[in-house]
């Protein structure tokens, strides 16, 4: 069969009108005004083939010929032992779908199953200084963000720390002994965990209890955090987001970098959601381990949550949704009555 | 005939959205089912179709690296990213030096960079070439950058200082106004400095590019779009101010009330609420749009004026002609195709740009007509070269 075209000729960018003879045995011969060359495939660098792009077949000597109908020497090309099991799979719709949905689970599992575990492994290796300096200079910028010294009273505040050092000290598996910190947050409720397991509870959190052991369930929440690393895993987790993303994305334009920081925010946000479900699985039994009332663990969260009533929609929020977890927790208590 | 006006030769790009979307998703594919290493071909594969749909007079660009050598560069840049995060654990002092090392290595491998790209490249059977000495280069990124930002700091102080001993009002404006004209200048005079570099060290086989990059140009565009962003800046926090203004000055307690019912969360406050997230909401979308407008406005404007000032050895000139707000336009919307699809509309979202770039970009010149001759070949690049390549490649996109 034969091709018309050009030449680019030994090298060079000018070209000349050029004719390729293909044969059926497996060569080809390029001729123009000036004589022919004649050489095998295995000879030959024919440039890949991808979707309609006109393949350019270059010979050893430097001469480059390009077909004036491309799509027909790319048929002969394709016909001829050249095409590439690569471009029918990329023009297959079976293979477009199965990939579409391979990749779609893939990333699915990785981000709700691998991320979780990869982020706690992790966080098992991390130094413990490394957790000390952190929590360390988040204490001292817990003041610049709005924190105030506590105002409950001194009773209250040792009640408090009585029922917890009870609780620390009758649970194994808590690696560095934690502490419990008083603060103010204008009128905000809430308790947290810090890096080398401090544990912060806000003066209108003690307010909204009844009793002071009200307030177990939530330390218990929160000791669950320091067990399980969970903070340590939470700053691994984001760590890990950014840079998988920054690596996916890493050659596209500034287009991408609205997205991405999305997706670091959307991925990183507190805990995963499994992380404070066995958190509230943890203060459950523990609390009934321990023999503390159930109507106190129950009745302190509900009036966090009465509070609190969140408005951000659970599928949004890193908390299972209020009503959710207080059915699991009346559940996991009636469980093993 | 047409004596005096040059051919114009527009660039053409001809991958169809479609199409490239299976070339995507089978190397997204087998780059799982890979583990990662087929990254290397898929990357290759992507930047095959690109060049080679890339048309300019009838001819079409080719991308020749080997998934090999970026292979080897993917894993030595692995290693040195773990390198990176793992050695402060180890040693402060080793992670420091690391640093330095880096910081010292960084002109090499940009020019190591610049080299490997350029010669994969090859257009009318001849290969582009990027010529800059290693010498040139730490002076440009290096040396000069901190020579400038030294004499710049310390003309500030003294000025500010003499400034201050005749009033301390006066002496305040003056720091202040020298502080933003300075800087915008020196950042203009070394970025005059690293395109001047950059573009005059390009070669296209025996032919070199050669582009007279003028500092006051540049500064120019850097003020203009330094006045828009700051003007942008000022008028949106005036909007807030009055928006502010007004709801606490007219009737503080509605907004109260507002405040209120949003504590206790009735099915009546979705209105307010509603208003309040919407108000916020639009404001902090407006900031993200200013800054995305000003990266695309400072992006057209510096790619025009670079492109306008090279040519190829007075037989072809560079021509560009990026309209800032399409720019954005395609910027922004390929954003959303991106973020509403989950990610499947990437291929489209490149495809449109790849047709925006080539749209405004053109050579001036009777390119099939220019004799040249290739000067690169394949087998000149060392196995040492290859991994040196190889790692530089993938500097950039770390």
């Known amino acids: 069969m034969n091709f018309k075209g050009k030449v680019f000729v030994a090298n060079g960018s000018l070209s000349r009108a050029a004719r390729l003879h293909c044969s059926d045995e497996g060569w080809l011969e390029l001729s123009d005004e000036q004589g022919a060359t004649r050489a095998r495939f295995d000879e030959l660098d024919i440039s890949a083939a991808i979707g309609n792009q006109p393949r350019a077949i270059s010979f050893s000597n430097g001469d480059r010929f390009v077909a004036d109908q491309p799509l027909e020497l790319n048929a002969w090309l394709d016909k001829h032992g050249q095409s590439s099991l690569l471009k029918s799979f990329e023009k297959n719709f079976l293979v477009i779908a199965v990939a579409i949905l391979v990749s779609a689970m893939v990333v699915y599992v990785s981000i709700e199953q691998g991320l979780p575990r990869l982020s706690q492994s992790l966080a098992k290796h991390i130094p413990d200084v490394v957790a000390v300096e952190l929590e360390e200079r988040t204490l001292e910028q817990l003041e610049s963000v709005g924190f105030e010294p506590t105002e409950i009273d001194t009773e209250t505040q040792q009640l408090i720390q009585g029922n917890f050092q009870q609780l620390v000290s009758s649970i194994d598996d808590l690696h560095p002994s934690p502490q419990l910190l008083f603060y103010k947050l204008s009128d905000q409720a809430n308790a947290f965990a810090l890096a080398n397991g401090s544990i912060i509870v806000t003066d209108k959190l003690v307010e909204l209890m009844q009793q002071p052991e009200q307030l177990n369930g939530i330390l218990l929440h929160e000791l669950a955090h320091v067990a399980h690393n969970d903070v340590m895993a939470g700053l691994v987790r984001s760590a890990l987001v950014s840079t998988a993303v920054v690596l996916l994305v890493g050659d596209s334009s500034l287009l991408v970098d609205g997205l991405v920081s999305a997706a670091v925010l959307g991925l990183s946000m507190g805990y995963s959601r499994e992380a404070e479900a066995s958190a509230d699985l943890f203060a459950c039994q523990w609390s009934q381990k321990l023999g503390l009332s159930e109507q106190h663990l129950l009745s302190g969260y509900q009036h966090l949550f009465e509070y609190a009533k969140a408005d951000i929609p659970s599928w949004i929020s890193s908390h299972p949704g209020d009503e959710e977890r207080l059915e699991q927790l009346i559940q996991c208590s009636a469980s093993t009555e | ?398």
């Open chain 2, 1 to 398: 005939m047409e004596d005096y006006k040059p051919q114009n030769n527009p660039f053409s790009f001809n991958g169809r959205a479609g199409e490239f979307f299976g070339i995507w998703i089978v190397n997204v594919l087998l780059t799982i089912l890979t583990l990662g290493i087929y990254s290397a071909w898929a990357k290759v594969r992507n930047k095959q179709y690109f060049y080679g749909n890339t048309e300019l007079a009838g001819e079409n660009f080719e991308y020749l690296a080997k998934p090999l050598q970026i292979l080897i560069g993917r894993v030595i840049a692995l290693v040195c990213v773990i390198a990176w995060v793992a050695l402060p654990a180890v040693s402060e002092a080793a992670s420091a030096i690391l640093g330095l090392a880096f910081v010292a290595l960084m002109p090499v491998l940009m020019v190591k960079n610049l080299r490997f790209d350029s010669r994969v490249t090859r257009y009318r059977n001849v290969r582009f070439d990027f010529a800059g000495s290693y010498g040139e280069a730490y002076k440009t990124f290096l040396v000069l950058p901190f020579v400038y930002m030294l004499s710049f700091i310390l003309i500030l102080v003294v000025v500010s200082y003499v400034f201050t001993l005749i009033s301390s009002v006066l002496g305040g404006i003056i720091s202040v106004v020298l502080f933003g004209l300075g800087i915008t200048y020196v950042n203009a005079m070394i970025a005059t400095q690293m395109s001047t570099y950059i573009l005059n060290n390009y070669r296209w086989g025996k032919l070199q590019f050669s582009a007279d990059i003028d500092s006051r140009a540049v500064f120019k565009i850097f003020l203009k779009v330094a006045a828009m962003g700051l003007g942008g800046f000022i008028g949106l926090m005036l909007i807030l101010a009055v928006i502010a203004f007004v709801a606490f000055s007219t009737d503080l307690g509605q907004i109260a009330m507002m405040f209120a019912n949003i504590g206790e969360g009735g099915l009546q406050d979705f209105a307010a609420k509603g208003l309040i997230f919407g108000v916020i909401g639009v404001i902090y979308l407006s900031f993200f749009l200013l800054g995305w407008f000003v990266t695309a406005y400072l992006q057209a404007c510096i790619r025009n004026y670079q492109f306008g000032q090279t040519d190829l050895e007075s037989k072809l000139y560079m021509d560009s002609n990026v309209k800032p707000m399409a720019f954005l336009g395609v910027m922004l919307s390929n954003m959303l195709l991106t973020v509403f699809s989950l990610g499947l509309a990437i291929p489209l979202a490149k495809v449109r740009m790849a047709n925006f770039m080539a749209d405004a970009t053109a050579v001036m010149g009777e390119i099939d007509t220019v004799a040249n001759q290739n000067q690169v070949s394949d087998s000149t690049t060392a196995i040492s070269d290859e991994v040196a390549d190889a790692f530089s490649i993938e500097v950039g996109v770390i």
